[in-house]
């Protein structure tokens, strides 16, 4: 059992590393971007990498979501890491635990802070929306 915890656990700080950088994105500016590409001279502006970056992220949870319906009776968008950790955990693929998690939910959770459902999904829309704005509009 402590094997399987701890499995768990490492899918949950996976999770935060792909979170942060994911958002993180955001705080580098451009310069910073090109200047870390140049021993290369190739590779994708910021932007165009955060963009695909992101519909990478959040495509994946909805063909995740569309593939498990079948045992939840329902869609919602599930991060491919969420459904091993919560089985590891000792949830159910069609246990609520797995597909109304939300990471940023469970890690403010830890810290004692409530953040409903909705607050994490309107984030990642929200980073979806402006990375999409500066896809179409800043490059």
């Known amino acids: 059992m402590k094997t399987r915890l701890f499995f768990a656990e490492l899918l949950f700080w996976l999770h935060f590393i792909?979170?942060?950088?994911?958002?993180?994105?955001?705080l580098v500016p451009s310069s910073v971007w090109l200047a870390?590409?140049?021993?290369?001279?190739?590779?994708?502006?910021?932007?165009?990498?955060?963009f695909?970056?992101?519909?990478?992220?959040?495509?994946?949870?909805?063909?995740?979501?569309?593939l498990i319906m079948p045992w939840t009776k329902k869609f919602r968008?599930?991060?491919?890491?969420?459904?091993?950790m919560q089985i590891l955990r000792g949830q159910k693929i069609s246990d609520p635990k797995n597909y109304e998690h939300s990471?940023?939910?469970?890690?403010?959770?830890?810290?004692?802070?409530?953040?409903?459902?909705?607050i994490?999904?309107?984030?990642?829309?929200?980073?979806?929306?402006?990375?999409?704005?500066?896809?179409?509009f800043l490059r």
């Open 18 to 26: 792909v979170g942060s950088i994911w958002l993180g994105l955001f």
């Open 36 to 50: 870390s590409l140049e021993p290369w001279r190739s590779g994708p502006d910021k932007i165009t990498f955060h």
């Open 52 to 66: 695909y970056l992101t519909i990478a992220i959040v495509g994946h949870q909805f063909i995740w979501g569309l």
């Open 77 to 84: 968008m599930v991060c491919l890491l969420t459904t091993p």
């Open 103 to 118: 990471f940023f939910k469970e890690l403010a959770g830890n810290q004692g802070i409530k953040v409903p459902h909705a």
């Open 120 to 136: 994490s999904t309107l984030i990642t829309f929200s980073a979806l929306s402006l990375i999409i704005y500066q896809f179409f």
